[in-house]
């Protein structure tokens, strides 16, 4: 009988590491849990982390290397009860969450846990036609797969995080093979990052938490914001930086990276700034309340060159605002784009004499933009949307009169969007995807194309 599966919650509950910040050393850790405690991407959707503490405790926080929490802090019971969503990728990764208490005098209890991402993937095999074969991974084995007349043979593997290769055994009678084949996943050092209190008063420092999978120094890590001023305090498990907001400042944004690390090793953590008269007692028990996500206008501009077939090339424009809302953590925008299209003709028709057709429109469309990844100060976006593109249409020729109309055509477009972050301004590349065809009778175009634009997002 195998005794593994049961003591897979007590190796993910050893994993939960205590560190004491801005309380004694002997301070204990907060007893946490997950389940279910190994997880398959792609598969299991949720995960459940249960955070026990004594009666009376204060508000419970959490933050996590990926993924999203339905609430990131829970109060009242025994049982903290947080309910975490994994990213939508497919690759083996390791989740690290970090866990605290809440009081005046600063996070305390703090407790990091890792939790492992497998991943799944298929491995092609070239071996012996008929063959059987079996691939190990870790401890698990895979197949048997029988190749096909060709020595072909495909194996879904289920891959664990930090495993680089894999065994491979084929069987075809009296015949054995037995041969190692590395894996082509990524590998990477996650960070979790998490600012605290939340909201940050404005006249109080804070701390910023940062944790890898092994102890951290300071010297390890580059750590940036334009908001606030970060000093280090602590090193370990959790390393701790104090931070003061600085004066005006509404929000603060910390982005944490190692000196050496690929673009998904990064962290990022984000916090409210607000006057001591509207910070709320931070431990007075009230009941669970869900995260709540500020609502935050920005204004934005592009401007570029659309690229269709014919003449129907040419710049485009667009000036907006967007308001990000509580939907998904904040990370969804609706946006109101007024812009300019405009497209020319000039040519000759046989013997009649020279024509020149103009065309400029006037789009207004409604859109959402949604922020797919996050890394340090580079994010990228999705957006989608439609409206309405009047249009007018000036038509003339050395044959006959000058012709004016004035239509409204249907727009809708797709685009993605790469955004560079310097404090409450943000550097934007965009390319847009567009539909609007514009039809008179004297004029077929399509005012849509391929579009690439440049501009700049700000936030008051």
Same mark, same amino acid.
């Given at each position: ?37 190994? #997880?398959? !991407?792609?598969?299991?959707? +949720?995960?459940? /982390?249960? &955070?026990?503490? $004594? %009666? *009376?405790?204060?508000? =419970? ?51 990091? #846990?890792? !939790?492992?991402?497998?991943? +799944?993937?298929? /491995?092609? &095999?070239?071996? $012996? %036609? *008929?063959?059987?074969? =079996? ?115 509404e929000q603060v944004v910390v982005d944490v990276r190692r000196h050496t690390a690929s673009p998904r090793d990064t962290a990022q953590a984000r916090v409210d700034v607000v006057r001591p008269e509207s910070t709320p007692p931070p431990d007075r028990p009230t009941e669970p309340r869900a995260a709540t996500w ?102 003339g020729s050395d044959f006959q009169p000058e012709v004016k109309e004035r239509r409204l055509a249907g727009m809708g477009f797709v685009a993605v969007q790469g955004a560079y972050r310097f404090g409450r301004w943000s550097a934007l590349g965009e390319l847009r995807g567009t539909w609007a065809p514009a039809r008179t009778p004297s004029l077929d175009a399509q005012l849509g194309g ?11």
């Amino acid at each position: 009988m195998s005794l593994r599966p049961p003591l897979l919650p007590l190796l993910v509950m050893l994993a939960a590491a205590p560190v004491a910040l801005g309380a004694p050393a002997a301070s204990p850790g907060l007893e946490v849990s997950a389940t279910p405690s190994q #997880l398959l !991407l792609g598969r299991d959707t +949720q995960v459940r /982390l249960e &955070v026990r503490v $004594a %009666p *009376g405790t204060g508000p =419970v926080r959490a933050a996590a290397s990926s993924g999203a929490f339905t609430e990131d802090r829970l109060e009242g019971g025994p049982v903290r009860a947080f309910t975490w969503k994994p990213p939508p990728v497919r690759h083996p990764m390791v989740a690290l969450f970090l866990f605290w208490v809440e009081t005046r005098e600063g996070p305390s209890r703090v407790t990091r #846990l890792r !939790l492992p991402l497998s991943g +799944q993937t298929t /491995l092609d &095999v070239a071996t $012996a %036609p *008929g063959a059987s074969v =079996v691939v190990v991974v870790g401890e698990k084995r895979f197949g048997p797969v029988q190749a096909n007349a060709q020595g072909k043979a495909r194996v879904l593997l289920e891959v664990p995080p930090n495993e680089v290769s894999a065994r491979v055994l084929a069987t075809r009678g009296a015949l054995r093979t037995d041969a190692a084949t590395p894996l082509d996943v990524p590998r990477g050092q996650p960070l979790v990052a998490a600012l605290a209190p939340a909201p940050l008063p404005s006249d109080q420092a804070g701390l910023l938490l940062v944790a890898g999978e092994e102890p951290l120094t300071a010297r390890q890590l580059v750590v940036s914001t334009e908001e606030a001023d970060l000093e280090p305090e602590r090193e370990g498990v959790v390393v701790g930086y104090r931070v003061r907001a600085r004066r005006g400042v509404e929000q603060v944004v910390v982005d944490v990276r190692r000196h050496t690390a690929s673009p998904r090793d990064t962290a990022q953590a984000r916090v409210d700034v607000v006057r001591p008269e509207s910070t709320p007692p931070p431990d007075r028990p009230t009941e669970p309340r869900a995260a709540t996500w500020h609502w935050r206008p920005s204004c934005f501009l592009l401007a570029g060159g659309a690229f269709a077939n014919g003449s129907n090339t040419g710049p485009l424009a667009g000036l907006g605002v967007s308001v990000s809302g509580p939907w998904w953590q904040g990370r969804l925008a609706a946006e109101v784009e007024v812009g300019a299209r405009r497209a020319t003709f000039d040519g000759r028709v046989d013997a009649l004499g020279e024509v020149h057709s103009s065309v400029l429109a006037i789009p207004v469309l409604a859109s959402v933009r949604a922020e797919l990844v996050r890394a340090a100060r580079v994010s990228l976006h999705a957006r989608a949307g439609g409206g309405v593109a009047p249009f007018r249409h000036r038509l003339g020729s050395d044959f006959q009169p000058e012709v004016k109309e004035r239509r409204l055509a249907g727009m809708g477009f797709v685009a993605v969007q790469g955004a560079y972050r310097f404090g409450r301004w943000s550097a934007l590349g965009e390319l847009r995807g567009t539909w609007a065809p514009a039809r008179t009778p004297s004029l077929d175009a399509q005012l849509g194309g391929i579009a690439a634009l440049v501009g700049a997002r700000v936030e008051p």
